[in-house]
């Protein structure tokens, strides 16, 4: 018997740190607010939410909570809950510890990092994934030590990792996106696995560990969603700007 998935009730979107990676010349505040044709990464994340039909959004923030206030007073969209993370500094996996009430809520919900510029072509297919537990997966990338990889057997994510255990047995590599897509209980799950690691002195960890913690238990099986060939890119260094920029901007097509 085919379960139907849960449909999504919220995204949460992790804006909360400084991207010391990108030249300060070239992002003065919080990566979220660059701008690409006109708009910051934040505004086509929130565009592209209310296109698919994601109700509430929550936005975690810490560095320059304040510009990113004013964005989003500047926007003619439903304002998303804020949810402030004052260590930021700390990293990525305390600030999923923050909003843990906002990801526990009740209801599939969106994980999602505020640093990608993409279309609809890579959201609009994990928010109707056919499972309510999903990550996505580009086939098509540079190997290297900076992807977050996934490891696929038959289909199937085995492993989410910079540095996976190429030891399990698995047919095919790709990269996450950085978006995620849990089950109401898949997110409580996640959620409990977080504070466990904050509690035992990882609030610095990459948030993807508990990610790949939860994928690896197996009792909250993912699904991947192959998006290989859209136009997307994370943006940590400044080469990646110009990326986006040169080769992504121009290929999104979907209005936002």
Avoid at 49 to 72: D, K, Y
Avoid at 78 to 83: C, F, I, N, S, W
Avoid at 151 to 170: C, M, T
Avoid at 181 to 209: C, N, Q, W
Wanted: hydrophobic residues 45%.
């Amino acid at each position: 018997m085919t379960t139907e998935p849960e449909d999504v009730k919220r995204a949460v979107i992790l804006a909360a740190g400084r991207g010391q990676r990108l030249d300060v010349q070239e992002r003065p505040g919080p990566k979220c607010l660059l701008r690409f044709g006109g708009r910051t990464l934040l505004e086509r994340q929130l565009r592209l939410l209310q296109n698919c039909g994601v109700p509430e959004v929550v936005v975690a923030t810490g560095f320059a909570h304040e510009e990113i206030e004013r964005e989003l007073d500047r926007l003619d969209l439903p304002r998303p809950t804020l949810v402030r993370n004052e260590r930021y500094e700390l990293g990525s996996m305390l600030t999923v510890d923050v909003v843990g009430p906002q990801l526990t809520a009740g209801g599939a919900v969106l994980l999602m990092d505020a640093d990608v510029l993409c279309d609809a072509r890579v959201l609009a297919p994990l928010v109707h994934a056919p499972s309510s537990t999903a990550l996505l997966v580009d086939r098509d990338f540079e190997p290297g030590d900076e992807p977050v990889k996934v490891l696929l057997r038959a289909g199937v994510p085995v492993d989410l990792a910079k540095r996976p255990d190429l030891d399990l047995p698995h047919d095919a590599v790709g990269e996450s996106v950085g978006f995620f897509r849990l089950s109401e209980a898949a997110a409580t799950a996640l959620a409990g696995i977080v504070r466990s690691s904050v509690d035992a002195g990882g609030a610095g960890l990459p948030h993807e560990d508990a990610v790949r913690d939860l994928l690896r238990a197996g009792e909250h099986p993912f699904a991947a969603v192959d998006v290989t060939g859209a136009p997307w890119t994370e943006i940590d260094f400044p080469e990646d700007v110009e990326r986006a920029r040169a080769d992504v901007l121009p290929r999104l097509t979907t209005e936002v």
